[in-house]
Nanobody
Framework: QVQLVESGGGLVQAGGFLRLSCLAS????????VGWYRQAPGKQRELVAT???????NYEDSVKGRFTISKDNGKKTVYLEMNSLKSEDTAVYYCNTHGWYSGYYRTFWGQGTQVTVSS
């Protein structure tokens, strides 16, 4: 089983900065894409950013230019640096990875970390 543990969330003022971390168990992580999702109260979970095994990245439009996703394979950790935070960034942020695992295509989620941006 692949375990993902997020950390780094908290309360920050609008315009502030946070860096989220996603620590993964095992080696599955370094051979599959990893993404950060978020879910605000009353809303569906949405994709925020992804990083592929070759290091290429993609971002949801509202976070482009403000958020940066990166990966440290040696530390089995994916980061999400969030700058110029806005109140609408308030959500629980989840780490995700997916791929073939023990003969099945699996999706793995972390438990989430709360980000609250005060205006």
């Amino acid at each position: 089983q692949v375990q993902l543990v997020e950390s780094g969330g908290g309360l920050v003022q609008a315009g502030g900065f946070l860096r989220l971390s996603c620590l993964a168990s095992g080696s599955f992580f370094r051979f599959n894409d990893v993404g950060w999702y978020r879910q605000a109260p009353g809303k569906q979970r949405e994709l925020v950013a992804t990083i592929s095994t070759d290091g290429s990245t993609n971002y949801e439009d509202s976070v482009k230019g403000r958020f940066t996703i990166s990966k440290d394979n040696g530390k089995k950790t994916v980061y999400l640096e969030m700058n110029s935070l806005k109140s609408e960034d308030t959500a629980v942020y989840y780490c995700n990875t997916h791929g073939w695992y023990s003969g099945y295509y699996r999706t793995f989620w972390g438990q989430g970390t709360q980000v609250t941006v005060s205006s």
